[in-house]
């Protein structure tokens, strides 16, 4: 067992970054890295952690690592950076939403140095990100999963073993579909309700209240009925996630 849990994460993008500030509330984080270096330090003066100066220095200073990147390349490219600074009985735990054979192929390239790996892929957007209060869909050995249970729970409100390695990635791809198709047809029938000329606070009331309420509808679409796209999931992502469906 890890007698104590000294916490890293790698990429503070929209999810990433408040995802550390959790951890870092928890009192679990010891540093983080980023690629564009400014979002790193500016991190850094808002929290009582430090930057590490690479990937591998990161790797070196924590025994559990939290990636959260783009996309399958990237997710391949910054663990093998890490490689050199990791430690038997480290935990690398990946929240990026990537293709599970990705999962499983880094997991085996970790293992042959004793370091575990947990693909633990998230849902609940940015503001579940904010809260803590994600949707965590783990996929890997139950007692990897125990010994950083206390990461996880810090950025969710609920954390759920699939199965082995690959397994949360694919229940995430499962959630994609759903997430997809919702957001294509509150898309579809904003864009109709726009061409109605219907009143846009009571029709997202009325809709909200009845069968066709979705978390889709409640976070964005007043949002989108006003034009304003800043906040969330950049459908270049949603592509990435529909790809590997
Ligand atoms: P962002 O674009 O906001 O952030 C991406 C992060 O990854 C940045 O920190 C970026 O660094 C880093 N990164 C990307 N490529 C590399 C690389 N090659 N080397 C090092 N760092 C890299 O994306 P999100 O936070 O929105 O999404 C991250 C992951 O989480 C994706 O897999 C996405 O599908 C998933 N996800 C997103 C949700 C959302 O609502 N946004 C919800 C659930 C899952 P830099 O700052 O230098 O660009």
Redesign the pocket.
């Known amino acids: 067992l890890m007698s104590e849990l000294k916490a890293g994460v790698?990429?503070?993008?929209?999810?990433?970054g408040p995802m550390a500030s959790n951890l870092a509330a928890a009192g679990l984080l010891v540093a983080v890295w980023?690629?564009?270096g400014e979002?790193a330090a500016a991190f850094a003066r808002e929290h009582d952690v430090d930057v590490a100066g690479s990937p591998q220095e990161l790797a070196a200073r924590c025994n559990v690592v939290l990636t959260?990147?783009?996309?399958d390349?990237?997710l391949e490219?910054?663990i093998g950076l890490m490689v050199p600074g990791l430690e038997p009985g480290d935990v690398v735990v990946d929240?990026?939403?990537?293709n599970p054979l990705t999962a499983q192929l880094l997991a085996r390239r970790l293992a042959e140095d004793g370091v575990a790996f947990v693909d633990a892929?998230?849902?609940?957007?940015?503001e579940g990100a904010i809260r803590g209060t994600l949707s965590v869909m783990a996929g890997g050995e139950s007692a990897d999963i125990e010994r950083i249970r206390p990461v996880l729970e810090a950025i969710s409100g609920m954390v759920t073993h699939m199965g082995p390695v690959g397994s949360g990635q694919a229940t995430k791809a499962v959630n994609q579909v759903i997430v997809a198709g919702i957001a294509e047809g509150v898309c579809e029938a904003l864009a109709l309700s726009e061409k109605l000329n219907l009143p846009s606070v009571r029709l997202l009331s009325v809709l909200g209240a009845g069968a066709a309420g979705s978390w889709f509808l409640e976070h964005r679409g007043a949002s989108m009925l006003e034009n304003r796209f800043d906040t969330?999931?950049?459908p270049a992502?949603l592509l990435?996630?529909l790809k590997i469906v």
């Open positions: 790698l990429g503070l993008g929209a999810m990433g980023n690629r564009t979002k959260c990147v783009s996309a390349p990237d490219e910054v929240a990026s939403t990537v892929p998230v849902s609940g957007g940015v969330g999931f950049k992502l990435k996630d």
